[in-house]
């Protein structure tokens, strides 16, 4: 019965600082260097299984990015500020439909279904200071953010022949 179970994790832990980075006689050595996560976690299970002649495999699995610092821009430079960690939870089926009789030539049908972020975590995937050039110069050191994918569903289907 556990044969068909497959359980995977994996981490990062990474501290990425610069050794040497002088811009306009003004050195930031030692900073963090900006956008690279300190760690990274993924953890999950998923389960293969026939049903009536279906092969199906649903997946659960865990999905962690720690925090970043941020890039500057009104600086020009890199920055101590940090933009927290998030994580994810996802869900996922995928099977195969034998399709032998069925239809000539067809052997297979495969489909999937996934559902990311399932709790519709609100995140930021991205943040930076801005030096004002994108929304005027009101804006300049402000910290602009692309937010994070909401919950989403997405599918596909596949023939082989």
């Known amino acids: 019965m556990l044969y068909n179970l497959h359980v995977f994790a994996n981490a990062n832990f990474e501290k990425a600082t610069f050794d040497h ?13 900006s956008n690279v ?7 999950g299970a998923s389960y293969r299984y026939y ?6 495999k649903p997946s659960l699995w865990y999905q962690y990015v720690g925090a970043q610092s941020l890039f500057d821009n009104n600086a020009g ?15 996922g089926l995928h ?4 399709m032998q009789g069925s239809v ?18 609100h995140y930021n995937e991205f943040e930076y200071i801005t030096g ?12 602009l953010a692309l937010p ?6 997405y599918g596909s289907i596949s023939a082989h022949f």
């Open 37 to 43: 996560p300190n760690k990274t976690f993924n953890i």
């Open 104 to 121: 000539p030539m067809l052997k297979t049908v495969d489909f999937s279904v996934d559902i990311l972020n399932i709790a519709n975590n």
């Open 148 to 153: 994070g994918a909401p919950l989403t569903v």
């Open 132 to 143: 004002g050039g994108l929304l005027g110069g009101d804006s300049a050191g402000q910290i």
């Open 21 to 33: 980075y002088v811009t306009s006689g003004v050195s930031y050595d030692g900073l963090p260097v």
């Open 95 to 98: 099977g195969t439909v034998p």
């Open 77 to 91: 430079a890199p920055s101590t500020t940090k933009m927290p960690g998030y994580g994810t939870v996802n869900l």
């Open 51 to 56: 049903l009536s002649g279906i092969l199906l």
